[in-house]
């Protein structure tokens, strides 16, 4: 492996000079195997442009600076919140689309299905820093109004991308978005796009610290993400071009991991492309207002499924989002996303923006937070939510769960103690009363009928008040499958 030191190509770093130009001559003069390196320093950039097989290392001591001149980042189409258009380029890319000769296949879905000409084997690495600058790029670019803001890191069409040990700070919009790529680790390193070093906030917005999107084989492990928004968001596309690229996100581990401030781990919103087989699994979350969400507004399309929350530790003291209208509890299914008002009554044909979500499982999962609801559950009428499964979880907040699924088929099971595991459930006390006046009536009446002595008679008033509190707050036809530790609705 032959090593490429940015200075010996007139790279300075003084924290001032913009040195786009020698070291993206670095970059180009690496070999198949070689290494980039960015040694001890403060180097200013703008965009730059890594190629297949090669490894870009910032050493311990050394800082990627994002250059604030918005002329360092060209202009040209890829993909943001869902859609392909036109956006300022990144901090570090993939190799620019433009020069590769196949723009007219990329144009317009962004998606290079021939092998042989998509990029593979890229590593970003070290102990250094990448600040994308993005507190003063994200004002810049908004002003300028020619595009879309950048990224700190965006990989396209890439099969085999490493970013570790490395930290990566303040992003434009989201921090590392890769977009069509394959066999992506995220190992050991630290993303920061909610406070700087000295704890001052950095101005963001759109602020998500790792998005894959419309990706295979995805692997994050042993990582810290701070995130003033979500901290990680699972996509796969908007709407009809999503649905017509239809390339899922799936196939991805998230373990061992802490996730501090935002909205925690979150599938969609843009997954009109479908999600499946995720893992979340030994993870902490602290201070986000949630630590689960699958988001799916009305008209989206694409199914969702096979999702575990494993093992998982949530502690929220923070207020900051108690009043976001979008997040709606420490772990929330909501397929009414971004509407201000749902109804949950109001049924719609089914057509190819009806969203299929099933198959979520969160198991041994603590949950407190200060904020909002400990569970919200919105499915919709037309296509009620699917398989969604609570086993040996312990959750608290405000106010507990809410659960508006719609007429029809709908399977929510909670295992190992209701009682038990769950706090502060139900929030309608009004219908939990009325319930429980007519069940406990109905008891009273059939009672002389009953074979049962007056020990097994108060078990069961117990049991049938207790399910009648939980279950009130459902807004849906009710039946009782099993008294005991199971209960399905």
Known sequence: MKIYNVVEFGAIPDGKTCNTKAIQAAIDACGVGDQVLIPSGVFVSGALFLHSEMSFCVEEGAVLLGSTDLNEYPLYRYRFEGKEQLCHASLINTVDIRDTGIEDEWYQTGYIADASKRLKGITIEGKGTIDANGTVLRKLENEAKLGI??????????????????????????????????????????????????????????????????????????????????????????????????????????????????????????????????????????????????????????????????????????????????????????????????????CEPKNEGTAVIRNITFKNVESVTKAGRAVFLMGLPEQPLENIFFENVRASGLSGLSFYCGEGRAAVSFKNGIRNRFYRIAVNFKDCMICTIIIFIIAILTYPFSILNIRHFIFLTVKIVEYSYIHTSVKQNLKFRKFGHTSSF
Not at 155 to 162: A, K, L, Q
Not at 237 to 255: F, K, S
């Open 149 to 346: 803001r950048g990224r700190a890191v965006v990989f396209r069409n890439t099969d085999g991308v490493i970013i570790r040990d490395i930290i990566i700070r303040q992003s434009p919009a989201w921090c590392v978005h890769p977009i069509f790529c394959t066999d992506v680790l995220l190992d050991h390193m630290k993303i920061c796009n909610k406070y700087a070093e000295d704890g001052t906030p950095y101005d963001l917005i759109n602020g998500d610290g790792f998005d894959p999107d419309s990706c295979k084989n995805v692997r994050v492990t042993c990582c810290e993400i701070e995130s003033q928004d979500d901290c990680i968001a699972i996509k796969s596309g908007r709407d009809a071009e999503g649905r017509a690229v239809g390339i899922p996100t799936e196939n991805v581990e998230i373990i061992d991991s802490v996730f501090c401030y935002g909205f925690g781990v979150a599938v969609g919103s843009e997954m009109s492309g479908g999600v499946r087989n995720v893992l979340v699994k030994n993870c902490k979350f602290e201070d986000t207002y949630s630590l689960a969400s699958v988001k799916a507004p009305r008209g989206r399309g694409g199914v969702i499924e096979d999702i575990i929350y494993e093992n998982i530790q949530h502690i929220n003291n923070s207020l900051e989002h108690q009043d976001c209208r979008w997040f709606r509890g420490a772990i929330y299914i909501d397929q009414f996303y971004s509407y201000e008002q749902y109804d949950e009554t109001a």
